[in-house]
């Protein structure tokens, strides 16, 4: 059946909203790491807010994607996208670490609500994923160079507020796609075990990635970076990610997953390396690169693994978010002991093992 003019408007509308989801992420937490040390944060407790942030996500992500299954999306698509626009804007109340630290988990509980329900919605809606992954690329990079130009924290702090609150009211447009008729609520082991590689897969690599992010821009800036590279370096990698996942639906989604698990290793061994401006530019591409691959090639595995969507998608959200709970608080103990490159041959490391432990076997996992 072709395709109307409004359904392409609202597909096209869903991935606005993504994008606008991840500009206000972006906008906020390039400079987290900065304003933690403003405020008197060891390396150490600079990875605690992050994994804090990661830990709330997980956990409010896992649930409410798991929910969305039987309840329907669009509930927590628009609440997630109303609490974490209030969220946002309560960041500007840190006036200290521990305050910082509980706003940021505030901010990952919020958005753990709308993103596994936002991404099951837009699948089911028809929407080509590698082209929606795209619009939170470029949300990614707007938000980005927002901060290169705005360098000002609270100012971010106000713009992620404003966008997320655009998000929220674009959301009011979107048409309740019907809830799945389960005789019982979806089974979240079932769905685990069955692209459980992928998910490991994922979880290795990403975990070695959260590590390096939290240090990033502290190892940047000691390399001689000031605000606006550091930006500009950020949006180098998202600017990539855009123009790459619009291309890779047409491709295995098996092939993909794991092009970008290898691509990963090179890319964190060159990013240890190199301390050169105009390579760091080139490194920064190849990882929109891999992560490009990586994100779409296993999305497209679990989501076509079953019709738990929602439950299917929390899961891989929640891996990530796991992530990004445990990653930054390795990266800061890590940087405490062995120096920023000693994290980011960690994360070399890490992309290793799970490259072992997906390529042989675990790429075929989503083919039942």
Not at 16 to 22: I, R
Not at 119 to 143: H, N, P, Q, R, T
């Amino acid at each position: 059946m072709q395709d109307t003019g409004a359904d392409l408007s609202r597909r096209h509308l869903i991935g606005l909203v993504n994008f606008l989801v991840s500009f206000a992420i972006q906008g906020s937490i390039i400079f987290i790491p900065l304003l933690g040390a403003q405020l008197g944060a060891s390396d150490f407790q600079v990875g605690l807010i992050g994994s804090v942030y990661g830990a709330s996500f997980l956990a409010s992500s896992l649930f409410s994607g798991w929910k969305s299954d039987y309840l329907g999306r669009l509930l927590f698509v628009r609440w997630g996208l109303l609490i974490s626009s209030a969220a946002f804007a309560a960041q500007l109340l840190a006036g200290n670490v521990i305050l910082l630290t509980v706003l940021r988990g505030a901010v990952g509980f919020s958005l753990g609500i709308t993103i596994a329900a936002t991404i099951a919605y837009a699948f089911e809606s028809g929407v080509d994923m590698g082209k929606y992954s795209s619009y939170g690329s470029l949300g990614w990079i707007c938000g980005a160079l927002a901060a290169a130009i705005v360098g000002e924290i609270n100012l971010l702090f106000v713009i992620s507020f404003l966008v997320c609150l655009a998000a929220f009211l674009l959301s009011l447009f979107f048409r309740e796609v019907p809830a799945r008729d389960f005789s019982r609520p979806p089974n979240l082991l079932q769905v685990m075990r069955r692209d459980y590689r992928v998910y490991f897969a994922v979880f290795l690599r990403h975990l070695g990635a959260t590590a390096v992010w939290i240090i990033l821009p502290l190892y940047f800036a000691s390399i001689g970076m000031n605000k606006f590279w550091i930006g500009f370096l950020w949006g180098v990698n998202f600017a990539v990610q855009f123009i790459v996942m619009r291309q890779l639906e047409r491709f295995s989604e098996q092939k993909t997953f794991a092009f970008g698990q290898l691509l990963s290793v090179l890319v964190f061994v060159a990013l240890a390396c190199l301390t050169v401006k105009y390579l760091l530019v080139a490194v920064m591409a190849l990882l929109g690169v891999a992560w490009s691959c990586l994100y779409v090639g296993a999305l497209l595995i679990v989501l076509k693994s079953g019709e738990e969507r929602g439950t299917a998608g929390g899961l891989f959200q929640s891996t990530l978010n796991l992530c990004n709970a445990v990653g930054p608080l390795l990266g800061g103990l890590i940087a405490q002991g062995l120096g920023y490159r000693g994290v980011i041959l960690f994360a070399a490391v890490l992309g290793v093992a799970g490259m072992l432990a997906a390529v042989p076997r675990g790429v075929q996992a989503g083919q039942n």
